[in-house]
């Protein structure tokens, strides 16, 4: 049985051309002209592009005394529906709990996702046994390995434990990431704001201004040079934590920045809302920021010095949102975003001209692919690839509303904001999720897709070779004793 995509153009990171698409056992099969099959979808007037990559979801993850709202099922059906056809979503032990074992857990979670799926490891607490372990989470095809550098007292490591976990992923080929913020300065921010009575939601913003990241990103990406190895940070949300990135990639070090989507068109004001409520369902960390910072963004996407957009959808309910009711520090971190983030990119980047077509495919696919090293599996158009597409109309419109969404949640950062550009169509390895805008995805279709390591190195810095390997100077005439 094969399935044909007819009439369309085809949009890749780096072409852009009118083919059609033959798909078969769940990949790719032909790319030509006037191609006829068993069943045939019309993407006259469409692009036909690769399925959007989240690399950065947190699906039924247990946070801040809770768990994330959405599970592999609803997580992925919102993915789907939305046109992301894959998710990579963090495995996070608790504090003391054996990596392998967390592994066990994720996989028991993710058997009804919809759309295939890969894992990252969380660094939460370090010690011998994860030392230990860490090659054999490379082997299960988990390469990267996530390390927090804020929620201190829960999940956050300290720069020892930091410089040893990222020489291990040197060792190993492993690419870490990083949550960079200074996690001693938001904690003691927190405390003096809660002191003072200022325990809104606009707290959760005053605790964490853009400095904690500046600071944290940079001290990340000089950790990894001296490890010599690649950097990725996440949720890159302001000016300086840009800046680090852009300075560092200026001298040739392999560092990777990761914008999201409620960052790009959401802004601090959010967290002045009169409406508890509205405020609250808004905090994430890093917090939104302002127009200036939002700017910096966009540029990087463009510029090439900022690489991916990601949601960091980690959605809770208004009720859970509650448990921060007089003390914003309990207020859970996370806001959804997994179906919106290609329409709003489009609509706010492709629509208004700061992103083409083909940069659009780089940032939500292409690019994600080839740093978490699954390309051409996935995001590509290219025979052989996973058979994992949307059909893209540029002029289909929809105003965002909770009411309509795929989450389990019960509202949308995005309430109100009309897009323009929306899938038709969306296939996963072959299987049709989202026919003619109706969402058709089946939950236990998503498989695991297991990553080999990189072997990627970071040594731009003319220092680099003495901090690896030292010179051992002889000397002479060396006094009798010290003092
Ligand atoms: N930030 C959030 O807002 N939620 C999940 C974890 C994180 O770092
Ligand atoms: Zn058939
Ligand atoms: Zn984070
Ligand atoms: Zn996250």
């Known amino acids: 049985m094969t399935k044909v995509i007819r009439n369309g153009t085809i949009v890749t990171a780096d072409r852009t051309y009118k083919a059609d698409v033959l798909v078969k056992d769940g990949k790719i099969v032909a790319i030509g002209n006037d191609i006829h099959g068993d069943h045939e979808y019309d993407a006259t007037g469409c692009y036909v592009m690769p399925g959007g990559i989240d690399p950065h979801t947190h699906l039924e993850m247990p946070f801040m005394g809770t768990y994330s709202a959405d599970d592999f099922e609803s997580g992925t059906r ?15 032990p608790s504090p003391g709990q054996s990596l392998l074992e967390a592994i066990q857990m994720w996989d028991n979670k993710s058997g009804r996702a919809c759309c295939d799926y890969s894992f990252h490891m969380a660094i939460t607490w370090w010690g011998e046994q994860v ?12 390469p990267t ?3 927090f550098m804020a929620y201190k007292g829960a999940l ?7 410089f040893s976990s990222f020489q291990r992923c040197a060792e190993l080929g492993a690419l870490p990431l990083v949550h960079a913020e200074n996690g001693d300065v938001v904690a003691q921010l927190s405390q003096k704001l809660l002191a003072e009575g200022n325990n809104g939601p606009e707290g959760h913003a005053y605790s964490r201004p853009p400095e904690v990241e500046g600071e944290a990103t940079n001290r990340a990406i000089m950790i990894a040079d001296m490890a010599g190895v690649p950097l990725y940070v996440v949720h890159t949300s302001c000016e300086q934590s840009h800046e680090a990135i852009r300075r560092a990639r200026q001298k040739g070090m392999r560092v990777f920045g990761e914008p999201l989507i409620q960052h790009l068109v959401l802004d601090e004001t959010e967290y002045f809302n009169k409406d508890w409520d509205h405020s609250a369902r808004r905090v994430m ?18 510029a090439g010095s900022l690489q991916v957009v990601a949601t960091d959808h ?31 990119l489009w609509t706010f980047g492709v629509n208004t001209g700061r992103l083409t077509p083909n940069e659009f495919v780089a940032v939500t696919s292409t690019n994600i692919a080839k740093i978490l090293n699954m390309y051409p599996k996935k995001g590509a158009i290219l025979e052989g690839a996973d058979a994992d597409i949307i059909v893209w109309d540029p002029e289909k419109t929809k105003t965002i509303s909770a009411k309509a969404q795929q989450s389990v949640i019960d509202y949308n950062v995005f309430e109100g904001i009309e897009v323009k550009g929306l899938p038709r169509y969306v296939f996963t390895r072959g299987e049709v999720a989202v026919n003619d805008g109706k969402v058709e995805a089946r939950p ?3 498989e695991f897709v297991a990553r080999e390591p990189h072997m990627a190195v970071n040594k731009a810095l003319s220092t680099w070779k003495e901090v690896v390997a030292p010179r051992k100077i002889e000397r002479t005439g060396i006094p009798a004793t010290g003092v």
């Open 78 to 92: 919102a993915a789907l529906s939305g046109g992301t056809t894959m998710v990579v979503d963090f495995c996070l």
């Open 131 to 142: 030392f230990n372990e860490m090659p054999e989470v490379v082997k299960r095809g988990i």
């Open 145 to 147: 390995f996530k390390h």
């Open 156 to 162: 956050m490591v300290d720069d020892d434990e930091m």
């Open 285 to 302: 960390s890093p917090p939104f920021r302002n127009k200036q910072h939002q700017d910096s963004l966009w540029a990087g996407l463009s």
């Open 314 to 344: 980690c959605a809770f309910t208004s009720e859970q949102k509650r448990f921060g009711v007089g003390d914003f520090t309990k207020i859970p971190n996370g806001t959804g975003g997994l179906e919106d983030r290609l329409p709003v």
């Open 444 to 446: 236990g279709h998503g």
